[in-house]
C-alpha cells in the first residue's frame, strides 16, 4: 500500500473520530440544558459526560457560548430547510402561516430555544436580521415617507424586539397556545406590516 494511500486512510479515521467526537459534546450539552441553565453548564461537565478531556474540547470550541452558538446554527439551518419545505418557497415570512411555521420550529426544540434567548437574546442572528433590515424593512418605509436612517432603525427595532419577546415569553411558559394561535397574536401586534414587502434574500436564512 502507497505512503500516500495510507495517510488518506489515517486522515479519513482522525476526520471521523473527529466528527463523532463533535456530536457527543452537543448531544451532551443539549441533554444538560433540559436541566440546568446554561451558566450552570461547565466544560468540566461536557467533558466527564462525553469522556473526553478539556483540551479535546477545546480543539472544537472556544468556549461554553461558542458550542451555544454552533448548535444554534445547526438547528436553525435544519429548520429553515423544514419550513421552506412546508411553505413550498413562499417568500413572506410575515405571513401568517410563515410566522406559525417558525413557531412549530421554536416548540419542537423548546426547552433549548428558551435556554438560549434567557443567556444570548437575538445578539447571534443579527447578522440575517441586518440583511433583512436593508433589503426589505428599507424599501417598506420609504414607502411610509420615513427617510431618516435613525427612524427606520427604530421602527425596526421595535418589531424585532417585539416578535422575539413574544415568542420568548411562550416558550417560558410552556407553548400552552397552538403555533396557529401564537401566529395570530404576533400577526395583530404586526398589523402595519403589508403582505406585498419585497421578498427576503436568501443572505437573511444563512
Not at 42 to 51: K, L
Request: proline residues 4%.
Amino acid at each position: 500500500m502507497s505512503v500516500v494511500l495510507m495517510e488518506g486512510k489515517m486522515n479519513t479515521k482522525k476526520n471521523e473520530r473527529f466528527a463523532e467526537t463533535d456530536r457527543r459534546i452537543r448531544k451532551a450539552f443539549t441533554k444538560m440544558v433540559l436541566n440546568k441553565k446554561t451558566n450552570q453548564i461547565s466544560v468540566r461537565e461536557i467533558c466527564e459526560a462525553t469522556g473526553i478531556n478539556r483540551s479535546s474540547f477545546y480543539l472544537h470550541y472556544a468556549d461554553i457560548p461558542a458550542l451555544i452558538t454552533a448548535i444554534v446554527w445547526e438547528k436553525w439551518t435544519e429548520s429553515v430547510e423544514r419550513i421552506h419545505e412546508e411553505m413550498h418557497g413562499d417568500p413572506n415570512i410575515f405571513s401568517e402561516a410563515y410566522v406559525a411555521a417558525t413557531l412549530r420550529e421554536a416548540k419542537r426544540d423548546r426547552t433549548f430555544y428558551r435556554a438560549y434567548f434567557e443567556k444570548f437574546g437575538t445578539a447571534e442572528l443579527e447578522k440575517g436580521y441586518q440583511t433583512l433590515f436593508e433589503n426589505v424593512f428599507k424599501p417598506f418605509f420609504r414607502r411610509l415617507g420615513i427617510e431618516s436612517e435613525h427612524c427606520m432603525e427604530y421602527h425596526f427595532e421595535f418589531v424585532k424586539a417585539g416578535y422575539f419577546a413574544v415568542t420568548r415569553k411562550w416558550l417560558l411558559y410552556g407553548c400552552p397556545e397552538t403555533p396557529e394561535e401564537m401566529a395570530k397574536i404576533i400577526k395583530r401586534s404586526m398589523a402595519a406590516i403589508p403582505d406585498d414587502l419585497p421578498p427576503v434574500p436568501d443572505e437573511f436564512f444563512i
